[in-house]
């Protein structure tokens, strides 16, 4: 893989998490209604970070749970997800909140479409809204974020790597060449 471009740094992640909490807060009238969960890996610091942020601007703490979507995703074969066990956290009853799913690079659709199969498999929230860091586009399903870090046209070839000092040691968006 060959490293094109920074895209964001530490600084420009830090902006944009931010900027996409008084959204968050902003399109909700508040957070006493809302449910953060983060699909693993990067989704969920992710998560994590913008319900420090809402504590830090509005001095509530939300309920912030996480997603392991690798049994829903379709690409594996049956046989392959015998194997896998579910590894979902709702930290609350969501019947009537608002839940955001958060996560790193929103692409195909793929992730989300997984995602929102956990949610509904496990409760019936009364809005589901999805936050990305970065959205790349090329969707194959009709999936839209309602909340986004930065838009960042890409080429099919090419790809968006997330790292993040929680999993990564340090904080940055890069694209690259597939090779």
Do not use: W
Not at 13 to 32: F, K, P, S, Y
Not at 52 to 62: Q, R
Not at 93 to 101: E, F, G, L, Y
Not at 121 to 143: C, F, N, S, Y
């Amino acid at each position: 893989m060959k490293q094109k471009a920074q895209i964001m740094d530490e600084t420009g992640i830090m902006r944009a998490l931010a900027r996409m909490t008084h959204e968050i807060i902003e399109t909700n009238q508040g957070v006493e209604d809302v449910c953060l969960l983060g699909i693993k890996s990067r989704g969920v610091p992710l998560a994590e970070r913008i319900g420090a942020n809402i504590l830090k601007f509005e001095g509530k703490s939300v309920p912030i749970g996480y997603l392991d979507i690798t049994k829903k995703r379709d690409d594996l074969s049956k046989e392959q997800k015998q194997n896998l066990s579910a590894d979902c956290h709702i930290p609350c009853d969501v019947s009537n909140k608002t839940v955001i799913i958060v996560d790193d690079v929103l692409y195909t659709g793929r992730t989300a479409r997984a995602a929102l199969e956990c949610v509904f498999e496990e409760v019936r929230p009364k809005t589901v809204r999805l936050a990305v860091l970065i959205d790349r586009g090329h969707r194959e399903l009709p999936i839209r974020p309602d909340y986004i870090g930065k838009n960042v046209p890409t080429a099919k070839h090419e790809l968006i790597s997330v790292s993040l000092k929680e999993t990564d040691g340090e904080d940055q968006v890069f694209i690259s060449d597939k090779e």
